[in-house]
């Protein structure tokens, strides 16, 4: 397990070998339309926080390399696959002839919604978030399997989307195999 100080974070670049060693889990990450750079270097950091598959970026949302994402990232733009997609229902339509029985999962406030630790979290899963403001589109929420919610007790009524996905990440990640 690789485990970097503060300023190691920001310059270093693990080898070829060392990445190979890395199991990668079958989760993949979808942003639709988030536009806030730094949400988008720090959701990098997630997917490499969980190993995860793939980010894909979708629409209006900036793609490395781009300053503001390579330094909310630390470099894991460098390593944690991706790709683009011009909107969030091609990449949903895409990963699902990809990937058979993928489960395509959406973190939003919809009268759909379930608690986000009430839901199945089987594998190989999809994550979708989305805009800070509009958030996951209504044509994206369509065609998910299950849309989640993060209860929220006080006057604020959403949190950030990067906090939501580390939320709900770290919950499939408990049903990920030891």
């Known amino acids: 397990m690789i485990k970097l100080g503060a300023a190691e974070l920001r310059t270093t670049i693990p080898n070829p070998e060392e990445l190979k060693k890395i199991k990668k889990n079958p989760i ?3 942003l639709d339309n988030v536009m806030d750079t730094y949400n988008v270097g720090s959701i990098f950091r997630l997917a490499d926080a969980v190993a995860a598959e ?6 209006q ?7 503001r994402i390579k330094k909310a990232s630390i470099n894991t ?8 997609a011009s909107t969030a ?9 990809q990937v ?15 608690p986000y630790d009430k839901a199945d ?10 805009h800070e403001t509009l958030g996951v589109s209504k044509e994206v929420l369509k065609i998910c ?7 929220m007790w006080g006057v604020n009524k959403s949190l950030n989307v990067v906090v939501s996905l580390g939320i709900v990440l770290y919950k499939v990640a408990e049903s990920l195999p030891k």
């Open 61 to 67: 949302t900036e793609t490395p390399p781009h300053t």
């Open 28 to 30: 993949c990450i979808i």
């Open 145 to 151: 399997d299950q849309i989640v919610e993060i209860p």
């Open 100 to 114: 058979s029985g993928i489960k395509i999962i959406a973190i939003e406030q919809d009268k759909r919604s379930i």
């Open 121 to 130: 979290y089987s594998f190989p899963i999809a994550l979708v978030v989305g």
């Open 89 to 97: 229902v091609e990449a949903v339509s895409s990963i699902r002839r």
């Open 54 to 59: 793939k980010v894909i970026l979708c629409g």
């Open 77 to 84: 733009t460098e390593w944690v696959a991706w790709s683009y």
